[in-house]
């Protein structure tokens, strides 16, 4: 069979075929009398060897090795292809994220694109400082994208740097909720935290409250409590269970308080979270800081029996508790004869 017949049935060029001769990889068998390369069927086989090695990412020189070596083992070999695939992945998958984001942010000419691959090497930088300055920093003429700035936040350790791009992405508006929902629902625990903490910063963007609200199920506390707290603030009551457990945990104790008093506003609610909260503190393992932090919640909750609950346990048999009961029914009845003078004024 000639070169010719050979690259109609192989696929590969007879410019190729040339080159795997003169490597010595594939040799025809003969030669016909005019000089031409013939090939056998054996030879045609090799070449569909070669070429599935080829496939598979093999260098011409390991497959070489590979044919002619009776003791080459492919197993170490391919657990390098394996790696040497998965670390090209992962390049791509960068430039395919910066791509996006570059095409994201809508420029109008190179210089717009310049200045964004300026943000990306910034915000990638190893200097934290470096990468909190890019976040804050606004460089005339350029649109930071919802996707990178989304991007960068999902994948920051660093608490002041976050706080500096969850306000910089807070700025964009609901773009920001539409780039941070896959990171809301990813597999990695801390990316869905960070996902949800910086949704929870901006709560009325379009999409965000079905963010949050899927985010109440999730099996981390910490994103359930991250989500409670964003929609207890605006008149979420499902969020109360949460809350309640967040007192008795002593996690974010205070702004859980607060938003359990924001929420018994409501007078269907009121009697419910100091039920709950009474619930609590009658719990026999409660010790004695757990439930004056609860007392310290109730002492948020508008409506009057909070109060009643707070005479109640003034005379505790906990004298701590009963010491701090005492005190806070003091502060209200304070507050109360100070609203009924300035209505009486």
């Known amino acids: 069979m000639l070169i010719g017949d050979v690259a109609g049935h192989s696929g590969v060029s007879p410019r190729m075929l ?65 790696r040497w695939t998965e670390d090209r992945l992962a390049r791509e998958q960068e430039l395919l994220g910066r791509l996006r984001a570059i095409d994201a942010s809508a420029p109008t000419g190179w210089q ?7 943000l990306m090497r910034d915000l990638n930088s190893t200097n934290a400082a470096r990468r909190q300055q890019a976040a804050l920093a606004r460089s005339e003429g350029v649109s930071a994208s919802a996707e ?33 929902h896959a990171g809301a629902h990813s597999e990695d625990v801390d990316i869905r935290r960070r996902a949800v903490l ?9 999409g965000a409250s079905a963010v949050l609200a899927d985010a109440l199920g999730d099996q981390d506390t910490t994103v359930r409590r991250h989500a409670a707290l964003a929609l207890g603030r605006h008149g979420v009551a499902a969020t109360v269970p949460i809350l309640v457990d967040m007192v008795v945990e002593g996690c974010n104790d205070l702004e859980a308080a607060e938003v359990l008093g ?5 007078p269907g609610w009121a009697d419910r979270i100091t039920t709950a909260l009474v619930h609590e503190l009658a719990v026999p393992t409660a010790d004695s800081a757990t439930r004056i932090r609860l007392i310290q919640a109730l002492v948020e909750l508008a409506g009057t029996a909070a109060q009643e609950v707070l005479r109640q346990l003034a005379h505790d048999d906990d004298r701590a508790v009963a010491l701090v009961a005492s005190a806070l029914t003091g502060v209200l009845q304070d507050r109360s004869l100070e ?5 009486g004024s």
């Open 18 to 82: 040339r080159h795997y001769d003169a490597l010595g990889l594939v040799r025809p068998t003969g030669r016909t009398v005019g000089g031409y390369r013939e090939y056998s069927v054996e030879d045609l086989r090799r070449i569909f060897h070669v070429e599935s090695l080829r496939s598979l990412g093999l260098s011409l020189k390991q497959i070489g090795r590979a044919l002619e070596d009776p003791a080459f083992t492919p197993s170490a070999l391919v657990s390098d292809l394996i």
């Open 198 to 206: 910086t949704i929870a910063e901006m709560p009325e963007a379009p």
């Open 148 to 180: 990178l700035l989304a991007r960068a936040v999902l994948a920051e350790s660093d608490p002041h740097v976050a706080g500096a791009l969850r306000w910089a992405l807070a700025r964009t508006g609901g773009e920001g909720v539409a780039a941070l």
């Open 339 to 343: 609203d009924g003078t300035d209505e």
């Open 262 to 266: 924001t929420l018994s506003q409501d």
């Open 112 to 118: 717009d694109v310049l200045r964004i691959v300026e």
